[in-house]
C-alpha cells in the first residue's frame, strides 16, 4: 500500500485505491472526508481553527487555520468529481498536551465539529481531547479509518561527554 504522509499545512486528496494518507497530531486536527459514491476522499492537517478577531495572517500564513484547510480539501475533492452533499467526516486530535497553551486543542476540536456541523457534513468517527499525540491513517477510497495514541514519549539523545585532552605542559605535539 502506497502511504502519504501529510504535516500542518498540508492536505491530501486520493481517489485511487490502496493509498494511504497518513499524520500525526497533538493539539491540531486533522479532518478525514469521503464521498463512498465516488470513492473520492481526502485529509487535511491544521494547526487552529480560525484567526482571532485581532490577527490579520499573510496569505501565505492561512495554510495553519482550520477554516482555509476545510475549504482547500473540500474544493479538491469536488475537483477530483466528489459530491458535497455525499461527504462523510471523521476529526481526529485536539490533545490539550502542554499545559502552558491552555485549550488550544480542545477549541481547534469545536471548531471542526462547529464547521462540519455548519456546512451539514455528516461526521463519522470522533476521537478528539485528552493529554496524548494520535498518529491518524486513512484509507480514503474506503473511507477507512483509525487513531492510534502515541503513549511512548520521543526518546531523548544526550551529546556523548566530550573526551578531555589530558592537561599538558604547553608542548604541541604534532604527528
Not at 497530531?25 to 481526502?42: Q, T
Not at 455528516?122 to 496524548?132: A, M, P, Q, T, Y
Given at each position: 500500500m502506497r502511504r502519504i504522509n501529510i504535516?500542518?499545512?498540508?492536505?491530501?486528496?486520493?481517489?485511487?485505491?490502496d493509498t494511504m494518507v497518513t499524520t500525526l497530531l497533538g493539539s491540531c486536527i486533522a479532518v478525514c472526508l469521503n464521498d463512498s459514491v465516488s470513492?473520492?476522499?481526502?485529509?487535511?492537517?491544521?494547526?487552529?481553527?480560525?484567526?482571532?478577531?485581532?490577527?490579520?495572517?499573510?496569505?501565505?500564513?492561512?495554510?495553519?487555520?482550520?477554516?482555509?484547510?476545510?475549504?482547500?480539501l473540500i474544493n479538491g475533492m469536488m475537483a477530483k468529481g466528489a459530491s458535497r452533499a455525499r461527504l462523510k467526516g471523521h476529526i481526529y486530535g485536539g490533545a490539550n498536551i502542554i499545559a502552558g497553551l491552555g485549550s488550544i486543542g480542545s477549541q481547534n476540536a469545536e471548531f471542526a465539529r462547529r464547521f462540519l456541523e455548519t456546512e451539514?457534513?455528516?461526521?463519522?468517527?470522533?476521537?478528539?481531547?485528552?493529554?496524548?499525540?494520535?498518529?491518524?491513517?486513512?484509507?480514503?477510497?474506503?473511507?477507512l479509518s483509525r487513531s492510534k495514541n502515541v503513549s511512548d514519549p520521543v526518546p531523548v539523545v544526550r551529546?556523548?561527554?566530550?573526551?578531555?585532552?589530558?592537561?599538558?605542559?604547553g608542548e604541541l605535539e604534532l604527528f
Amino acid at each position: 500500500m502506497r502511504r502519504i504522509n501529510i504535516i500542518q499545512g498540508e492536505h491530501c486528496v486520493v481517489s485511487e485505491p490502496d493509498t494511504m494518507v497518513t499524520t500525526l497530531l497533538g493539539s491540531c486536527i486533522a479532518v478525514c472526508l469521503n464521498d463512498s459514491v465516488s470513492r473520492i476522499g481526502g485529509m487535511n492537517h491544521f494547526l487552529l481553527g480560525e484567526p482571532g478577531a485581532d490577527v490579520k495572517p499573510r496569505p501565505d500564513e492561512m495554510q495553519r487555520y482550520g477554516v482555509h484547510a476545510m475549504e482547500l480539501l473540500i474544493n479538491g475533492m469536488m475537483a477530483k468529481g466528489a459530491s458535497r452533499a455525499r461527504l462523510k467526516g471523521h476529526i481526529y486530535g485536539g490533545a490539550n498536551i502542554i499545559a502552558g497553551l491552555g485549550s488550544i486543542g480542545s477549541q481547534n476540536a469545536e471548531f471542526a465539529r462547529r464547521f462540519l456541523e455548519t456546512e451539514g457534513i455528516e461526521i463519522g468517527h470522533v476521537d478528539i481531547g485528552g493529554r496524548s499525540a494520535r498518529k491518524i491513517e486513512f484509507i480514503p477510497y474506503q473511507g477507512l479509518s483509525r487513531s492510534k495514541n502515541v503513549s511512548d514519549p520521543v526518546p531523548v539523545v544526550r551529546a556523548p561527554a566530550p573526551i578531555l585532552a589530558p592537561a599538558s605542559d604547553g608542548e604541541l605535539e604534532l604527528f
